[in-house]
């Protein structure tokens, strides 16, 4: 399957995750929007139409990915929405189950 012209959302604070995430999905041909917090996602998704995916860190400062996909999930239902984490444990899963 081909990202080439996906229109991808990537939420994400650290600035090296962001560079290698960016580098890695342009080199595919995606087009590739930026937030470095929840806040700016929920912004971002609001001004930019026809969006395919949002990569979406969970733990950031000012809104963490959480509450972003709350405040997304409200307005749409439809788009994929990938959590990204170094934290896998089991109340993180959950958390992130309710939070779609």
Do not use: H, W
């Not at 399957?1 to 650290?14: A, F, G, P, R, T």
């Not at 595919?28 to 001004?47: C, L, P, R, S, T």
């Amino acid at each position: 399957m081909s990202i080439e012209n996906l229109s991808i959302l990537v939420v994400e604070d650290n600035e090296i995750n962001m560079e290698v995430i960016e580098f890695m999905l342009q080199s595919e041909g995606a087009i590739v929007y930026k937030a470095k917090n929840g806040k700016e996602a929920v912004e971002q998704f609001d001004q930019i139409k026809d969006l395919d995916l949002i990569l979406m860190d969970l733990r950031m400062p000012i809104m963490d990915g959480y509450e972003a996909t709350i405040q997304i999930r409200k307005k749409d239902k439809k788009i994929p929405i990938l959590a990204m984490s170094a934290n896998a444990y089991m109340q993180d899963i959950q958390k992130c189950y309710k939070a779609v």
